[in-house]
């Protein structure tokens, strides 16, 4: 199915493809600082394929920490953060934010808690290459 996702005023949207029909869809309540702060709950599937599009990226915050590997999509006229963003080798990642969904029943959805502050950055880098989503389009400015 085609999942749809914004933020609260709708100026970062996004679609992600999901095989199954309802689909089932693991989430992560992320226990670092930001995502905590946050109430990041995320999700990815290495077969999925996301489309994101940003109208105003004068109002786009990216906003990174830490490692500085990650990047946060923060909305900065209604403060929602849709997604993350991660560059490795030269390609880029993502995973996305449950709470952000539109079309999805709540029941499709298994959160779980997550921490991930011992992982060094190798292993963290690892993980994200094989969880992540690999297909990424972000178009920004779409008006
Ligand atoms: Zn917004």
Redesign the pocket.
Same mark, same amino acid.
């Given at each position: 199915m085609l999942i749809e996702g914004? %933020?609260? %005023?709708?100026?970062?949207a996004f679609e992600l493809e999901w095989q199954g029909d309802p689909p089932e869809i693991p989430a992560r309540a992320c226990g670092c600082s930001f995502c905590v702060k946050h109430g990041g709950v995320w999700t990815s599937n290495r077969n999925s394929r996301l489309a994101v599009a940003v109208r105003d990226t004068a109002?786009v915050s990216k906003y990174a920490f830490g490692t500085r590997t990650a990047t946060f999509y923060v %909305?900065?006229? %209604?403060?929602?953060v849709p997604l993350v963003t991660g560059e490795i080798a030269d390609h880029l990642y993502a995973v996305v934010n449950v709470n952000v969904f539109g079309n999805v029943d709540p029941s499709w959805i298994r959160r779980a808690a997550a921490d991930f502050e011992a992982e060094d950055l190798e292993s963290r880098l690892a993980r994200r290459k094989r969880n992540w989503i690999a297909d990424v389009r972000i178009v920004e400015g779409s008006g």
């Open positions: 914004k %933020c609260h %005023c709708g100026n970062i109002l %909305c900065s006229r %209604c403060g929602a």
